[in-house]
DNA sequence: GGCTAATCGAGACGGTACGTCCGGTCTTGCC
DNA sequence: GGCAAGACCGGACGTACCGTCTCGATTAGCC
């Protein structure tokens, strides 16, 4: 859920009413407010979390929050991209490891998605992210554009190539093989059913190319 | 997500502060409130369902929702669980059901649970308590309790009669095939990031047992 | 404001409905709530006081309460004649004492006055008492008749027995003697304008000894 | 209990917390809420006022009334300092009238209050703030310095000036015959003992300038 | 380098819901 | 049938935030 590349400029748009002039925005506030927002999700929760409570820990005006994001879910998925897009990208490279083992690269890529879930710093704000997600579709859609899809299109990306190279049967699914990959680790890691563990990535990813 | 067995007693436990005596509960009220929750967050959706609207629709003091339930997740909870219970059991047996053919089998289930998230009735109630378990671990816990872990016994119930009859390996891993059935159906389901089809199940289906 | 003699019987009646049967009315209970009556206002004062905390505070059940007195006015005001019927009364004697010396005796009395109103014992029932009746008719109507009436007579009899040996002139108004008596020393302690004393009381009754 | 100058400054103090900003206050809601009040105290009473119903019916939040306000009692003082403010001062002068006549100037006074007394528009407010003052010490206290204190003085200015022209004895205790003639009458006004009429008010003039 | 206009920090405002408290009624089981 | 206990409906409490709205005071970008 890191490595997406983080493009500054669409950000995601207020609300309705006329629009404000993004030349002239303070990016010392802009920071601020997600900072504060990041602070305070991982300190109290999404469900306490407050636009109020951000606007003062950032040191800032209420309007001025409203003013750029239309909601409290909106600031939290800046400040989430933000916090992707500053997260070392393994080695400059913005595709999954090709090493050739496709098996190998995928464990490699599941145990570090594993490692993000088990880290608080990326717990909080993702959790609450999904969680907003379910319930409000806009919101959802954004999330998904941002950060699901592209993350998607990566393992597709990275199978694509295996199945070129003979590695997965001619009419794989890559779709489905890339949900059964993040959809029981997601499924463990929201409903907290059971650990998330290295072992589950691995026996995810061994079951899963088993398949083809 | 339903099939499961409605047991009356232990239900939600209130919050704190000394137990009211639930002997002398009314059962009219009780009713009448999860009713309300059901049809409010139908109506509404969860982030604006109250409790205020709850008790006003349910003709009920809001106190008598705050003794018997410590918020409105655990309400929608309870709720739920009650609709899961009145809901028609496949025959009377209470186990998924097994004609020796497992593919067949898992999907049919799978086809149900597709259809019951494409249901607004039980949409709505699931996806807000799925939303709000994850971020209130003490609900999540009796969320998983009541209705995740039962789910997951049944599923992995079927598939060790299917490994006793030589239809699976011997070391097959039950929990991590009931996961990668689930898993990718609540994930295309909670995140939409595509629409739920009883082709999806099917294709799930044959993927996982094609693991074995 | 004591002295008052104590009538069992009538009490204070119960707002409307069916009439509950005395005789089988619980002493106790009645005691019980009257005592944590009185001793919850000198802790917590009127505006504080509940029918709910006089009921645990006496051990009883608050329809008990509701059986027998229709307001927490009506229950302190029962309460507070039961501390008036209980005071002891200077020698027996019901009426106000008279020695020959209308003066004196006018200040004796008033003296006691100030003690009582100067006693918080007395004086948050009292005040509770007062600033209820001001505001709720009824009560002030019960208030009037059980304990100020009685004790407006009281004087009035002192002084036209005064009248009656040419102390006071054939035609001195006795009420409105009587309530330049009491009017100012009840303004002093219910508004609190200055602190009373029994220099007061004394030189408001040589004022108006010296009317006449 | 009119003729009070109004000092607009220091009003009736919220009562804990940090202080709002008195500049950037709406003058509309704070008038809103002083007429609300002081239309609803006529209409059900005291006991019955509620914030609730003064913030609907003045078109304003709660929380603009307890921003300003600690209590009900306090925005009925407020309102009851705007209604002695905007009534129409005899003839522009401040103090109580001397046309030389002292028993004349008082009785037209007393006349003036006791039709105040019995006028419902004063009677409610003023009732209500006197009951609840009784109960609230810090009320009381503001409550005093702003109506009672100042309504005392004018008393004591009028009957000095009647002393320094020999209408009274050099000795006379201007506080003792002030509290003589209010005294009496507040009492019958708020207990209610007997009608409040002009009859009442001369005697009670008479009386007291007698003793002198 | 001044002018102008929009953003900014601050926070009051009209609202809505919160979770608590209590009023007054009703029900249950004991005495 | 009175009683202790306490659940119930209702409704006000005082608080917390929402999202909007003024206020000066910066602070750009354009002349």
New binding site residues.
């Given amino acids: 859920m890191s490595r997406t590349p983080h493009t500054k400029t669409p950000e995601t748009a207020p609300?309705g009413?006329k629009a404000?002039?993004p030349?002239?925005?303070?990016d010392?506030?802009?920071r601020?407010i997600l900072d504060a927002a990041l602070a305070l999700v991982g300190e109290v929760g999404y469900n306490?979390l407050?636009?109020?409570?951000i606007a003062a820990r950032?040191?800032?005006?209420?309007?001025?929050i409203?003013?750029?994001w239309p909601?409290?879910a909106a600031v939290l998925l800046d400040a989430s991209l933000a916090l992707a897009g500053d997260a070392p990208t393994a080695d400059g490279r913005t595709g999954l490891p090709d090493t050739g083992d496709l098996a190998a690269d995928l464990k490699q890529v599941l145990r570090a998605t594993v490692d993000e879930f088990n880290d608080p710093a990326y717990d909080a704000p993702l959790r609450a992210l999904t969680a907003a997600g379910a319930t409000d579709p806009e919101l959802a859609a954004r999330f998904t554009e941002r950060l699901l899809a592209p993350q998607l299109a990566l393992y597709e990306d990275r199978l694509r190539s295996a199945r070129a190279v003979g590695q997965l049967a001619e009419g794989a699914d890559l779709r489905l093989m890339t949900e059964m990959l993040l959809g029981p680790l997601t499924y463990r890691w929201l409903l907290r059913t059971a650990p998330l563990s290295h072992a589950f990535a691995d026996a995810l990813v061994d079951a899963v190319v088993a398949t083809a």
């Fill in positions: 609300a009413g404000p002039d030349a002239r925005r303070s010392r506030s802009r601020a306490k407050t636009i109020e409570a950032a040191g800032v005006g209420k309007q001025t409203y003013r750029w909601s409290k």
